[in-house]
């Protein structure tokens, strides 16, 4: 069993609905994606965020618009469509469920040692 | 010192170092290559290299010159290799779990797979463990294979190691030994293979049918839309077809190639078994033996291993050649060239020296009748199943066999029969003309009148053929016969001033009787006529005075088209074979002479 498989695996499922989340709370430029997850201390690399976004945009979860910015040619900046509001609230569900459930049984692991 | 070139990223300007940009260049590469299976894999790139170019530009505004190597590799450490998203948890699709990371990680690279050698775990040249890779086997597997067919079959995997060394790169960035290991070859990728690429082809024609779209509603909106999209189907359509037709005429041309080189391979084989016996009758022991075989095998190898060079690199997939391997196969061919020509140069020359005749007289028996008979000895000499020099040269066993004899037959001085070798040689001098004139073994045989002349002389294996011939001079008295035999006279060859007597036509069809005799008088020689022809030629003779005769070109063939349909039906094919081999037999001795 490799422990980094299974630590990515795990960081998988949350990222998703970690970035979901940065981008619910308002629209958000991948720049500002990547700035606020490395202040929660949860790395990811810029390479691996454009495709992640480009895909939830093609599942219609995420919708664009191009912002002039200050320095230079338009950007993208991402918000949330009515289906990705629905998606997060079914992640968003299954997350508590899921932080119940492993909390409840790592305490009792650990009053049982 | 360093160049500074100025770049398009994204619609900005960026001025950067000459070997950043070539960093730049083969990181954006690799990102390319990386998604292009996946699903706007454009739109990826094009944000990537739009965040790129942002902080290039930002780095600009603050001060700096250009962007040097460091800046390139600050943003590469930043955006993540295709190495990195290998570990990185994003990167699958959602919703499939991946047992590893390797598996995941070659669903992004392209369902292409490549044959490069694995430099990293070469033991020579990396070709077993490139193999091993591509067919995801141990490559021990292959080494102890490579090594059973370099035993097993005379040096045969040394030489497929060497061609797949030279015709395969090395797998040396990091691109490119993804493509190495590639995905499983199954029915599903290869089918993706060709989507993929169907798809990418048909974008680009989309993107000309948008084109063709724009144009037209820019030029007036009397087209309309309606066109615009006639058009672009249209141009869909088409691009479908080109690419389904291309498809096809690659497959079709690596045919042709394959079937092209396997022909040349057994031309050669063919080509070298049948030289083979001559090579040493021919070529003379000291340098002409030692080129002929580096000539031929580079002159035909040459070609041939290029061809399956070109082949390997085909049915794997590399599109890059290997400019010095080029170069050396040329440089290889050219040697081949330079020693054939040397080589050819060299017999030339020894064929240089005059013919050089040695003369023999034949003690002949005076026949009684006063008719001499000349026929071919019965010997096994037939020449009809090699042909090398005309028909002329044979090997047999120890004894290397020449059928070149030639016959004159002409008025004797004298008042009796006499008969005349001629052995003639070639040769690079004189001396050595004449010794192998003298080295040529020939001896007529007399029984009563009938002069028995074999069919071929023999000159010891261990010599050369340098054109040895033999012309043997009949001489008749006047107011004697001679008769040659039917096979005799197709046998040997006959002097012009025989040939060109009208009786003696191969064309004619007089000749249903075996034999011709002839017999000399004062003026010239006088033709014998069997009875029942005699008979037809009386009732023919004014018809033969206008058409008899005489000159070389005038086929004198009237005489019997007249005599009889039957004759004319028996005897149809075999003049026609018969003028056959006359015309081939001219033409070819006119070459060799």
């Known amino acids: 069993m490799n422990i980094d498989n299974t630590q990515s695996q795990m960081r998988k499922g949350v990222l998703e609905f970690c970035i979901l989340s940065i981008i619910k709370q308002g629209e958000a430029y991948p720049s500002d994606i990547i700035e606020k997850m490395k202040e929660a201390k949860l790395d990811i690399l810029e390479g691996t965020l454009y495709p992640l976004l480009t895909r939830l945009k093609n599942a219609e979860l995420l919708t664009y618009r191009w912002v002039e910015s200050s320095s230079g040619p338009p950007r993208k900046y991402f918000s949330m469509t009515e289906k990705g509001e629905a998606f997060y609230l079914d992640l968003e569900a299954t997350w508590n469920e899921l932080a119940n459930a492993v909390h409840q049984l790592t305490q009792q692991n650990n009053t049982i040692q | ?593």
């Open chain 2, 1 to 593: 010192m360093k160049k500074i070139i100025n770049i398009n990223l994204s619609s900005r300007l960026i001025p950067i170092e000459d070997s950043a940009y070539e960093i730049l260049r083969q990181y954006l590469d690799s990102l390319k290559r990386y998604f292009s299976q996946e699903e706007g894999a454009e739109e990826i790139v094009g944000d990537i290299e739009s965040r790129i170019a942002e902080v290039f530009q930002d780095k600009i505004r603050k001060g700096a010159h250009c962007i040097t190597d460091e800046d390139v590799l600050a943003i590469k450490t930043s955006m993540g290799t295709p190495e990195q998203f290998e570990d990185e948890p994003l990167n699958s699709n959602t919703g499939k779990s991946e047992p590893s990371g390797a598996e995941s990680y070659a669903r992004y690279i392209r369902p292409r797979k490549r044959f490069y050698r694995d430099g990293d775990n070469k033991v020579l040249g990396g070709v077993c463990s490139g193999l091993g890779a591509y067919f995801n086997v141990d490559p021990v597997v292959f080494r102890i294979l490579f090594a059973i067919m370099a035993i097993g079959l005379w040096g045969g995997g040394i030489l497929l190691y060497f061609i797949l060394w030279f015709a395969t790169p090395e797998a040396s960035t990091a691109a490119e030994k993804l493509e190495m290991r590639g995905e499983r070859v199954d029915l599903n990728n290869i089918k993706a293979t060709v989507q993929e690429e169907m798809n990418s082809f048909r974008s680009r024609m989309e993107k000309m049918g948008d084109d063709v779209k724009n144009f037209s509603e820019g030029r007036g909106k009397q087209f309309g839309k309606d066109a615009g999209s006639a058009i672009e189907s249209f141009f869909r359509g088409l691009a479908n077809a080109i690419a389904f037709i291309a498809k096809g005429f690659f497959v079709f041309l690596a045919v042709v190639l394959l079937f092209i080189s396997v022909v040349g391979l057994i031309v050669a084989a063919i080509f070298s078994a049948a030289l083979f016996p001559i090579k040493d009758l021919v070529f003379d022991a000291g340098t002409q033996s030692m080129l002929f075989w580096p000539a031929l095998t580079l002159v035909i190898g040459i070609p041939i291993l290029a061809l399956i060079m070109f082949l390997v690199r085909k049915m794997v997939g590399i599109r890059q050649t290997n400019k010095y391997a080029g170069y050396t196969l040329g440089f290889l061919w050219l040697l081949g060239v330079i020693f054939s020509v040397w080589l050819a140069v060299s017999v030339t020359r020894d064929f240089s020296a005059g013919r050089i005749s040695e003369h023999d007289d034949f003690r002949i028996t005076q026949p009684t009748s006063g008719k001499l008979v000349i026929r071919k000895a019965e010997d096994l000499f037939e020449m009809d199943d090699l042909n090398i020099f005309d028909g002329h040269l044979r090997v047999v066993d120890d004894t290397a066999i020449i059928g070149d004899i030639s016959l004159d037959i002409r008025r004797s001085p004298t008042d009796s029969f006499a008969v005349r070798i001629e052995k003639s040689s070639r040769g690079r001098t004189v001396a050595q003309a004449k010794t192998l004139a003298r080295q040529i073994q020939y001896h007529l045989q007399q029984q009563d009148s009938v002069l028995f002349i074999p069919s071929g002389f023999s000159i010891p294996r261990n010599s050369l053929y340098r054109n040895q011939r033999i012309e043997i001079t009949v001489l008749v008295p006047v107011g004697k016969s001679i008769v040659v035999d039917r096979e005799a006279r197709n046998h040997f060859h006959f002097r012009r001033n025989w040939r060109n007597e009208w009786w003696d036509d191969r064309d004619n069809e007089w000749d249903n009787n075996d034999q011709i005799d002839v017999k000399m008088n004062e003026d010239g020689w006088e033709r014998k006529v069997p009875q029942e022809e005699q008979q037809q030629k009386s009732q023919q003779d004014s018809l033969h005075q206008h058409y008899r005769y005489k000159g070389p070109e005038q086929p004198a063939s009237t005489p019997v088209e007249d005599s009889s349909e039957k004759e004319k039906k028996q005897s149809g094919s075999t003049t026609a074979v018969r003028l056959a081999s006359f015309l081939f037999e001219s033409t070819f001795s006119n070459i060799a002479q």
